[in-house]
């Protein structure tokens, strides 16, 4: 499968703690996505890079929430502090860089609980 | 400020009818427009797309429609078909360029329900 990748699946944490996720693109895209999606809500953008520059973080980016792509190939998303509103899915997607319309592909995703 | 917006939270419809799913936006910078379908514990998965340019799009038994005017498109799927039952997300791309390119504004998603 080659597919974009994510792990964990699932994540239980207590409040305070620090939580990393995994999102291994699809080999050949050079852009990468991080979105959040919470119950009853469509995917909400959090960051994304064009190979290892991030570009562009949204506002919901707090500064406990931090994202690399060292090599341009994967990607790290860290929550520091958890906090139990940090709950929900954290979606990774990537596409090409060109054309302007390639769409995401998207990963399973990882499911935060914070409890 | 939900610059993307599909106002029915659900839709149910029997096999074989259509299903017609609504999406509006405010943005008129938004110059392409994706249709995403969701399946529980997977991600959202690409099913079509138009640019601002065009007004329809078909592929297969999906056809999208856009009415630039009115800031508003719809998914079109027909004959409905019981593996169609999922989430439904509209979503759009700025043409503003610099850094946001490429990155997509979501609606709050469809629950399609078909009905053998």
């Known amino acids: 499968d080659t597919g974009v990748s994510q792990d964990p699946r699932h994540k239980i944490t207590k409040r305070g703690q620090n939580v990393t996720f995994r999102c291994d693109p699809i080999?050949?895209?050079?852009?990468l996505y991080w979105y959040r999606q919470t119950l009853g809500q469509g995917p909400e953008f959090l960051t994304y890079?064009?190979?290892?520059?991030?570009?562009?973080k949204s506002r919901l980016l707090s500064d406990r929430f931090s994202a690399e792509r060292p090599k341009g190939s994967f990607s790290t998303l860290e929550i520091q502090r958890t906090e139990q509103g940090d709950s929900a899915m954290y979606l990774c997607?990537?596409?090409?860089?060109?054309?302007?319309?390639?769409?995401?592909?998207f990963g399973n995703g990882t499911r935060l609980t914070v409890t | 400020d939900q610059q993307v917006k599909q106002n029915s939270p659900s839709l149910s419809v029997q096999e074989g009818r259509i299903s017609i799913l609504n999406c509006d936006y405010t943005?008129?910078?938004?110059?392409?427009f994706l249709w995403y379908k969701k399946y529980p514990a997977e991600g959202p998965t690409f099913l079509i797309s138009?640019?601002?340019?065009?007004d329809k799009n078909e592929d297969g038994r999906f056809t999208v429609f856009l009415n630039k005017s009115a800031k508003h498109l719809s998914l079109h799927i027909v004959p409905s078909q019981p593996g169609d039952s999922a989430v439904y997300f509209c979503?759009?791309?700025?043409?503003?360029?610099?850094?946001?390119?490429?990155?997509?504004?979501f609606g709050q998603g469809t629950i399609l329900t078909v009905h053998p």
């Open positions: 080999s050949e895209h050079n852009r």
């Open positions: 890079f064009q190979n290892e520059a991030q570009l562009e």
């Open positions: 943005n008129s910078m938004f110059d392409y």
């Open positions: 997607a990537s596409s090409l860089g060109v054309p302007y319309n390639s769409p995401l592909h």
């Open positions: 138009i640019s601002s340019i065009k």
């Open positions: 979503a759009a791309r700025t043409n503003a360029g610099g850094t946001s390119y490429g990155k997509l504004t």
